[in-house]
């Protein structure tokens, strides 16, 4: 897409690399096998959401790490939803909480 020049990618050489790197960021890690909704949850500016593969999640020293782990709630009998998608709910609400939409869109969105 032509909008990859506008985010800023950092990778981390390791685990170990991006904890020290996080500067005291909460770690929110959205999983299926957490009982906090997410819709509940008080987000803040720094805060850090981490997402699993598609096809395992994270790894258990990973899940332990989190600073919270939130949940989608889904329909009874449904697995999980694409990482993408679980990703925009969630930046989503937490932008909406924290004001982070850029500020021109949301006054043109009230007139
Ligand atoms: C396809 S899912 C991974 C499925 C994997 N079998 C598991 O149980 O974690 C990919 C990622 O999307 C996120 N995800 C998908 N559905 C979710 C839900 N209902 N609640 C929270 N996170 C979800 C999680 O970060 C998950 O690791």
Redesign the pocket.
């Known amino acids: 897409m032509d909008y990859l020049p506008q985010a800023e990618i950092v990778r981390h050489a390791s685990w170990a690399a991006f904890r020290a790197a996080r500067e005291g960021a909460r770690l929110l ?6 009982a906090e909704p ?1 819709t509940g949850y008080a987000f803040q500016p720094a805060d850090i959401l ?9 790894p258990e020293d990973v899940h332990n790490t989190a600073d919270a782990r ?5 329909q009874p009998g ?6 993408a ?3 925009a709910m ?1 930046l989503g609400e937490a932008l909406r909480q924290t004001s982070g939409f850029p500020l021109a869109i949301v006054a043109h969105e009230r007139v």
């Open positions: 890690l959205l999983t299926t096998k957490a997410y981490l997402l699993g593969r598609e096809s395992a999640g994270v939130l949940l989608i709630p889904m449904l697995r999980s939803l694409n990482v998608l679980s990703a969630v």
